[in-house]
């Protein structure tokens, strides 16, 4: 009797298809915008409640974690963008094939850190 045994799966050998990054990333994106929503509501709250509310609420926002926390959100913002529309394009049955599936994701991965780039700059002034 041979018994079968568990295959050993080492995770940082097994390499994502850049369709496969491109998803983890969208869903990841979504969820990182989902968890900010709490804490915008907040900053906007505090930001209506008189102008020693607003002072403090763009005191919070210039500092530099903050500034950095804003590209990342800006980051998933964009990212979520391109790749939702490579999805809803993919989901009417353009780009199918393998090598345009792969460069589509390339380029909407290419476009969100464009647009970040882009943006960052403007957070970061």
Do not use: E, N, Q, Y
Request: no cysteine.
């Amino acid at each position: 009797m041979s018994a079968k045994r568990p295959v050993f799966l080492d995770l940082w050998r097994i390499k994502l298809p850049a369709t496969g990054i491109v998803s983890i990333l969208h869903r990841f994106s979504g969820l990182l915008m989902v968890v900010t929503v709490p804490v915008a509501a907040a900053l906007l709250a505090l930001s209506l409640s008189g102008a020693d509310g607003f002072a403090r609420a763009v005191a919070i926002l210039d500092h530099w974690l903050a500034k950095t926390a804003l590209v990342l959100l800006a980051w998933a913002l964009a990212h979520h963008l391109f790749a939702g529309i490579r999805l809803l394009l993919l989901d009417i049955g353009i780009g199918l094939d393998r090598p345009v599936a792969r460069a589509s994701a390339w380029t909407s991965t290419a476009a969100a850190l464009a647009a970040v780039l882009i943006g960052g700059g403007v957070i970061l002034l």
